[in-house]
């Protein structure tokens, strides 16, 4: 893993040089604490920072190619030894033996379609100097971050926005953007291609881009299609040749995803996610594996006794850590990794995950992205219910709902019964497509105007989030509701909140974490499949487990789901008033169950106090609290 960064300065500026280059890395180092890079050309600058993972000896960077160009990359392509075979049959010559070069020489013999060739995780920027211009990548899925600013004068690029943030023309010239913010209200995160800044973006997953540098223009290309892959009215029947394609795809997705020259071990939950990878790596290892856990004290959230169950079967080592609740001071820090309001208060557990394993490997392989492409959430058993309760009266519908959100009183436990029911109970009057967004919804739309200083509204004019949801529903309305719905949360909440929030609490620690399930190729697969390989009135990720009967516990293999969220403490009920906030909106804890909703509110109030500090300091920093 690494922190790349960079710009075309088309005005040749003094201030944009070899100092100013080392700024925007420096703010990345805990991205890659081993060493660092520069290239400056008149007005070209790509930085690096480096996380040694592969080739220790060499493989720096920014590197530069047979023909002159110029890469800085971030990630892993785990396909690497077998492209690099096919390139020195080529004749090609390799001066390392990293994966960089395998990219660079890569784009030398297929260009801007080389993206088309790689398993792996990844976002890197190519400067090629015939052309005179930038060509940036990002991997399939969205696991490596990038992005960037233009203007008339200006092109930057980096891995996190805080290396952005310190270059003066971006500092000059950003806002907060008033969608985003309801992004954020409405879901706990901020959906690509926006950023909590007017004229920052994302670059969507799937997706490079070519920026020329003799008209300042930037071309987006998408060069990933999954919706290609959903197969209309798929009914085909379930079988065991599915459950062999499954199995053999996901162990080669294992194996490959274990080529290291560092130590390296896994996260164990003991879910069927985590348990499944685990399994796997030691069937393909014989060396005993180091599993990492998190533990809390509320029996309703501890998963580490299912997790000591499954290490004692695969006689893997495992590391239990308890949950620590943050300060506010804590809390800062960790949303100063996020540079923008991020709400899914898991980052915390996940933060002390990663923090232990890094105290003992330097990458770890995760069970990321197997709920959403095999329906393992509670949200796709909620879609099935939903078209019951859909047929009854509004009327009725609203009367239930009215009934139960009085009588029935917050229990606080995780994700409880009450909060569930009170969520389905309050979609009356919805379409299936609403109702699948409505169960991750923090703030309604009505709420959102109570919260949002009146002036803020009027900018986000009749902006909804929900009409990106709807967007992706339309583009795979062929297909099933069970895939058109793993579509829409693949390409919305897994790209912009479970792997934001995987790559920042990683990097916070300088751990590099690989994930099977989202090899691209079991992606592909996965999305093809039947429902009936997926989901049942009783079960959910049918296809995994069939598999991974014969290795784990059966205890493993028939939990529920228990997800990964934490007791968080810190808590607020309101907001300052601001230029942002109304301050005439408050929580009743006593009334619902407020969990999410305060949580919420406390980070977005924090980042906006640092967004308050960033203005007047012109730095971005985490915040000191007294207490």
Known sequence: MCGICGWIDHNNREEYNLTQLKKMAAVLSHRGPDEDGFWINRNVALGH???????????????????????????????????????????????TDSDTEVILHAYEIWGERCVD?????????????????????????????LYYYQSNSLFAFASELKSLLSLSEVRKNIGIN?????????????????????????????????????????????????EDFLVPGNNAPYDIGMENDFFAIFNDAVRIRLYSDVPLGAFL??????????????????????????????????????????????DVDLKVRFYRSLTNTEL?????????????????????LNKLAREYVTVALSGDGSDEVLAGYPTYMADRLFRFYSILP????????????????????????????????????????MAHYWWRVIFSDTEKKNILNPDLLKECKDYNPFDTFKGYFKQVQHADFLNRSLFVDIKTWLQDDILVKADRMSMANSLEVRSPFLDHRLVEFAIKLPKSAKISWNNQKIILKNCMKKYLPVQTIH????????????????????????????????????????FNLAVLQIWFDMYEQFKVTGKWEPLVYDT
């Open 49 to 95: 920072r480096r996380l040694s993972i592969i080739d220790l000896n060499s493989g720096q960077q920014p590197m530069s190619g047979n023909k002159g160009n110029i890469i800085v990359f971030n990630g892993e392509i785990y396909n690497y030894k077998e492209l690099r075979n096919e390139l020195i049959s080529k004749g090609l010559i390799f001066r």
């Open 117 to 145: 060739r790689f398993i792996g995780m990844f976002s890197f920027v190519i400067w090629n100097p015939q052309k005179r211009e930038l060509f940036i990548a990002r991997d399939r899925l969205g696991k490596k971050p």
């Open 178 to 226: 008033p969608c985003s913010v309801s992004d954020y209200l409405s879901l706990g995160y901020i959906l690509t291609p926006k950023t909590i800044f007017t004229g920052i973006n994302k670059l969507p997953a799937g997706h490079y881009g070519i920026y020329k540098i003799d008209n300042g223009n930037l071309a987006l290309h998408k060069y990933w299609r999954l």
């Open 269 to 314: 939950s003991g879910g069927i996610d985590s348990s499944s990878v685990v399994a796997s790596m030691s069937h393909i290892r014989n060396t005993k594996l180091h599993t990492f856990c998190v533990g809390f004290g509320e029996d309703t959230y501890d998963e580490s006794h299912y997790a000591e169950i499954v290490a004692r079967q695969l």
């Open 332 to 352: 800062s820090r960790l949303i100063w990794h996020f540079d923008e309001p991020f709400a899914d208060n898991s980052f915390i557990p996940t933060y002390q």
């Open 394 to 433: 509004v009327f009725f519908q609203k009367w239930l709902y009215l009934l139960v959100k009085n009588f029935l009183r917050p229990s606080y436990k995780k994700v409880s019964w009450d909060y569930k029911a009170i969520q389905f109970l309050s979609s009356h009057g919805l379409s299936l497509e």
């Open 559 to 598: 939990r529920k789901k228990s997800g990964f969220n934490a007791p968080v403490n810190i808590r607020t009920n309101s907001l300052q008033k601001s230029i942002l906030f109304s301050g005439n909106y408050s929580l009743n804890p006593e009334m619902e169950d407020v969990t999410f909703k305060s």
